[in-house]
Every structure is written in structure tokens, then in C-alpha cells.
């Protein structure tokens, strides 16, 4: 069975790592979260890890996540949920095409390429926005719909193969909060969806 660590921060409620535990739990996702690490004491998704008794780390830059993640963990694949940290490029080499990320945009297959949404208009990107600001800028470019990509961390910026998509009509009357509970669902999905395929 495949091992996890679910990278966390305080930007949000730890929802993602909550859709993983109860994935693993109702048997949907083989795989195993071996730790939970956050950059900061004040994540909840640390209350969650406790509740279900899954160990935790508080890290800071300087601390060897490879070494933790080899020697004690012996992590399979990593998935960022959250992460505030910059990961660095030895890290991203030691685990290449085993890092998960979660992008509240939509990443083309290629540099130069594109994503269209269901109704043929071009999905946006959002390249180097997080959370509230991607949603933000769907509402502030009059886009049709949102949405997020589940892609493999390369070196390249907001960037890599993407292994799931999903879409969200935006409604007339929605706010930042009422569409990004709606997209919310749908990521939990598609990282279920993307870790399955590898795990």
C-alpha cells in the first residue's frame, strides 16, 4: 500500500486532507497517509490528523523533508494540499512525478496550450494566484466557469502533467465563497480520482 504525506498550512480548513482520510476510510482509495506536516501550528488540518490519529510534523524551511519523508516515512507520494512553503528543486528532484498538486485553475497540457471550458470558451489558467485570488479573477475576467487541475509539481511554475480537471458553471447571483464551496466538492473528487490512478 502506497504511503502519503498530505502537506497542510493554515490557508484553509484541511478539507482536502479530510476528503483523503475519508476516501481511505470508505475503502474508495487504497493507500495509506503515513503523516501529516504543516508549516504552522495553527492548521486545523492538525486537528483532523489527531482525530484520526494519523501522526503530524510542524516543519519549517530548514528542516530535511526529504531525509524525514526517506528515512522515517518512507513516503510514496506527496501531496500538497494547502502548502504555503516553496518546495525546493532537490526535493522536487527526489521526488519526481511523486508530487500532487492542487491548482485553482486550469493548466493546459502544454505551455502554449489551452483548456476549453464546457461551453468552448477558454478556461483561465490563473497562473501564480492562489485560492481566493484565482477565484476572484474567474468573476473579475466574466468567465463562464471556474475551475481547478490536479497536475504532477515539476520545475516549471503552476505547471506539469496534469492528471485531472474539473469544471463549475458560475451562476449570476454566486461570490467568491458560494463558487469556491461549489469547486470545493469537485477537487475533493479529482484528487481522489488523480491519487487512485497513481497509488
Known sequence: MKKLAVLISDGGSGSNLQAIIDAIENKTLQAEVAVVVSDTPAAFGLKRAEKHSIP????????????????????DYVILAGWKLIIPDTFIDEY????????????????????????????????????????????DKKATYAGSTVHILTHEFDFGPVLARCFVKIQ????????????????HHIYIQAIAKLA
Not at 58 to 71: E, G, P, Q, T, Y
Not at 172 to 187: A, F, Q, S
Request: net charge negative; aromatic share 8%.
Open 56 to 75: 503530524s510534523l510542524i516543519v519549517n524551511k530548514k528542516d530535511d523533508l526529504i531525509h524525514i519523508f526517506r528515512d522515517t516515512y518512507q513516503i
Open 172 to 187: 449570476p447571483d454566486d461570490t467568491i465563497e458560494t463558487l469556491y464551496e461549489r469547486l470545493k466538492k469537485e477537487e
Open 96 to 139: 519526481a512525478d511523486h508530487i500532487l498538486n492542487l491548482h485553482p485553475g486550469l493548466i493546459p497540457d502544454a505551455m502554449d496550450g489551452m483548456v476549453l471550458c464546457p461551453d468552448g470558451s477558454i478556461g483561465l489558467w490563473n497562473k501564480g494566484k492562489f485560492t481566493k485570488n484565482a477565484i476572484q479573477n474567474f468573476f
